[in-house]
């Protein structure tokens, strides 16, 4: 699963995801995204701006906004079999901004897990693939979601966890927002991301903790001691 990420680029590095793609508003750096935070997104119906959602899905259909909190991940291997995501999949289909993510490796024997912080090698911003939908309350108030697609681990993070959020490589950003294409080949974007372009390190247990939101989450736990 993917219960916490980061970012931290600014609002240029960040328009530079897509040719085109702007931002009407800057970007705040937010180094412990935990879900029912505000994400920066781009969704399919509006590829070209940089929009904000709730991390946890609230869907159209839903009676009260209890049930975000239980759909932060979607796995793709079933996103074609769950009523809630299958209409989504074809028609509200996103790209959620992220520096990196946090995922947490169990220790034999404790109770006590090891954070790791996940990024690419350049440092440079990247792309989860995620649904959105627009819930409307009983008060008349309107409400963007997103929900992060997971996949199976690749080689770098097998040794963490047994899951990993899908990266859209970034030749394939426009596929995956564009209107017109078959969901048979959008599930073909669905991998792991290539390992040998990301590298993963321990971090500070601060993390563990949404209340702690600084640079300090994101640096490889040696360095901390420096």
Not at 13 to 24: A, C, D, F, H, T
Not at 172 to 192: A, V
């Amino acid at each position: 699963m993917c219960g916490r990420f980061a970012l931290s680029a600014k609002t240029d590095e960040v328009e530079k995801l897509l040719p085109g793609l702007y931002s009407s508003k800057a970007i705040k750096p937010n180094y412990n995204i935990a879900p029912t935070n505000q994400v920066a997104i781009v969704t399919s119906t509006n590829p070209k701006e940089i929009t904000f959602a709730h991390w946890g899905l609230i869907p159209s259909w839903a009676k009260s906004n209890t049930i975000t909190n239980k759909m932060i991940n979607a796995r793709a291997e079933t996103l074609q079999e769950k009523v809630t995501f299958k209409n989504l999949f074809k028609k509200r289909r996103c790209l959620i901004i992220a520096n990196g993510f946090y995922e947490w490796q169990k220790i034999e024997g404790s109770k006590r897990k090891t954070p790791y912080f996940i990024k690419m090698k350049t440092g440079e911003p990247f792309t989860f693939a995620g649904l959105w939908d627009i819930w409307k309350s009983p008060d008349n108030e309107t409400i963007a979601s997103t929900v992060i697609i997971t996949t199976e681990p690749n080689e770098l993070m097998k040794p963490i966890h047994n899951r990993m959020p899908v990266i859209v490589l970034p030749e394939e950003r426009k596929i995956w927002l564009s209107e017109d294409i078959n969901t048979n080949d959008l599930s073909m974007l669905l991998r792991p991301y290539p390992a040998d372009a990301m590298e993963a390190y321990e971090v500070s247990e601060q993390v563990n903790s949404p209340i702690n939101n600084n640079e300090f989450n994101i640096l490889p736990i040696n360095s901390c001691f420096e």
